[in-house]
């Protein structure tokens, strides 16, 4: 269960930015209100809370998510956490749990060398490998391990690094299929833009691809292209914006992007374009929702039925 800091996080939110990722088009702070036969905006967005100014529906980011996906409390939060890779709970090797509710600094020195000397264990190659048919190449380049917790479930771990090579955050995956939590970060990850240190090797004028995911940026570097993953432009950092607008600058960079075959997907893209007006969209095909899948078919052969 999350404590009151964890529920807290969830509750601070950019509410607007979970409206979106709910289906919601939201303009000037305000959008048409999905609780009623609403012709007009009567739903405003102010200082993290949503209101029906013709209902009187109201609340937080938790509240409109229980409304919207019709889930109890508890899966409203799951999802949120979920769906915006934000940070609940602290999860490493040694501690399951962490019960302090202060909020300190990633500690960078606890978690570096589970990454220097990466051991992937066989539920690890096995998503890794046989599921997700990736370059071994590229799980080596984004130093990839893996662990098992006191109960024997396997997790796999991965580093999130700024561009110039320090450990950032980190990402915790459970393993186990529709299994949650489905992600966990140890306190004070800052689990922004994945995959930063690729941007050295960018040449003058070479393609950039963005994906939602890390699972979508491995996909695309296994395809033999150079990428990153931003999960969402609503909680993207000013100093990464600005990262990203200075590559066109500097170096010409054309930005390209996959959608996920989703509103959530398209809203990314568009939000991004705001941001990075060259990126060019690529239409997925009808039967893949994302690149993964597409990446599977196009590029490793394999039947969606192996996934």
Known sequence: ??????????????????????????????????????????????????????????????????????????????????????????????????????ETPFDASRYTRYFEHPFL???????????????????????????????????????????EGRLTGVQNRNLVRGAWPRFRFPQGSECGIYNLPVLNLLRPGEPLFIAEGCSDCWALLSAGHKAIAIPSATLLKRKDAELLSSLHSQLATPFHMFPDRDAPGERLFLQLRQLLPNLEHH????????????????????????K
């Not at 984004?142 to 479930?153: E, F, P, Y």
């Open 121 to 163: 264990n066989d539920s690890a190659r096995r998503f890794l490998f046989a599921e997700r048919r990736l370059d071994e190449r590229v799980v080596r380049w984004c130093r990839l391990t893996s662990w098992k917790d006191r109960r024997g479930v396997a997790w796999l771990q991965t580093p999130y690094y700024d561009r």
């Open 1 to 102: 269960m999350m404590d009151k800091y964890e529920l807290q996080k969830l509750r601070d939110l950019p509410i607007e930015g979970v409206a979106e990722r709910l289906g919601m088009q939201v303009v000037r702070h305000k959008s048409l209100c999905p609780f009623h036969d609403d012709h007009s905006p009567s739903m405003t967005f102010r200082r993290g809370r949503f209101r029906c100014w013709s209902c009187g529906a109201n609340g937080n980011s938790i509240d409109l998510a229980m409304r919207m996906l019709n889930k109890p409390f508890a899966e409203a939060c799951r999802w949120l956490a979920d769906d915006t890779n934000i940070i609940i709970a602290t999860y490493n090797p040694n501690h399951e749990t962490d019960d302090s509710t202060d």
């Open 283 to 306: 239409q997925l095909p009808p039967d893949c929702k994302d690149f993964s899948e597409y990446y599977l078919r196009r590029f490793a052969g394999a039947s969606l039925n192996d």
